[in-house]
């Protein structure tokens, strides 16, 4: 989103009122995806996901609402789309509680920081290991 004057008030919804900023994890812009497209192979699954700087942007609208919680969770969710399916569900799993050790949290948390480069979600998953901690939700 390098120069793109954004304005998350005035042009939310963004489909709507800035297609232009909404593209697809492969490059294509919303215009581009259609059940022609589709019919003809030209639309992958892939094409169907939600791209990180979509994600950002959404961020900006929640924060500019008053919802700073929201705002962080696209935050979060913009850095989950660099990582491989597996590795988020298996996050997701250890979440539950009573599913994981405070130590295998905290190891998660230092993989999701430099494999990954998930500074945010690496956050959360230590928030989330001294909360369960607190409230005697971690398996033994």
């Known amino acids: ?28 812009p919303l215009d ?19 791209a990180p700087d979509t994600l950002r942007l959404q961020a900006q609208v929640a924060e500019s609402a008053g919802m700073p ?15 491989p399916d597996d590795v988020v569900l298996s996050v997701y799993n250890a979440l539950r509680p009573r599913a994981s ?4 949290l905290l190891d998660i948390a230092a993989e999701l920081n430099e ?3 998930a500074p945010l979600c ?3 998953i230590l928030e989330a290991a001294e909360v369960y901690e607190r409230r005697g939700i971690l398996a033994s």
């Open 1 to 28: 989103m390098n120069g793109i004057e954004f304005d998350p008030r005035r042009d939310y919804p963004l489909a709507s009122h800035r297609p232009e900023l909404v593209r697809t994890p492969t490059g294509k």
């Open 32 to 50: 581009e995806l259609t059940m022609d497209a589709v019919l003809a192979g030209q639309v992958t699954a892939d094409d169907l996901r939600i």
């Open 69 to 83: 919680q929201l705002g962080g969770n696209f935050d979060r969710a913009a850095e989950l789309t660099a990582l």
């Open 101 to 104: 050790t405070k130590q295998e």
């Open 115 to 117: 494999s990954f480069v």
């Open 122 to 124: 690496g956050r959360l």
